[in-house]
């Protein structure tokens, strides 16, 4: 079956970094034609686009990380990556990755807690 994979969560004090990985899975899946993002999801809010790249290498990022995130692919390795600097304690949630082409792909999450 298809698995998005993610990982490097964690507990980061606030202004640390910190880097996500999704790697993908699955004897036929690869996300070269794919767009891949990150999602997160606050306790009480809604699941949140934080930042995508399509498979041809365009960004984009939501206003609120704009200039602290980074969001990189590597399709010979299957994976996406996620780097989070000037990290804040309002970018905690649970961070997802997807893959987005002719299906969607969920992974299951990652913890981030930024402290203050």
């Known amino acids: 079956q298809v698995q998005l994979v993610e990982s490097g969560g964690g507990l980061v004090q606030a202004g640390g970094s910190l880097r996500l990985s999704c790697a993908a899975s699955?004897?036929?899946?690869?996300?070269?034609?794919?767009?891949m993002g990150w999602h997160r999801q606050a306790p009480g809010k809604k699941r949140e686009l934080v930042a995508a790249?399509?498979?041809?290498?365009?960004?984009n990022y939501a206003d609120s990380v704009k200039g602290r995130f980074i969001i990189s692919r590597d399709n010979a390795k299957n994976t996406v990556y996620l780097q989070m600097n000037s990290l804040k304690p309002e970018d905690t949630a649970v961070y997802y990755c997807?893959?987005?082409?002719?299906?969607?792909?969920w992974g299951q999450g990652t913890q981030v807690t930024v402290s203050s």
């Open positions: 699955g004897s036929i899946f690869r996300i070269n034609d794919m767009t």
């Open positions: 997807n893959a987005d082409g002719i299906y969607t792909f």
């Open positions: 790249v399509t498979s041809g290498g365009s960004t």
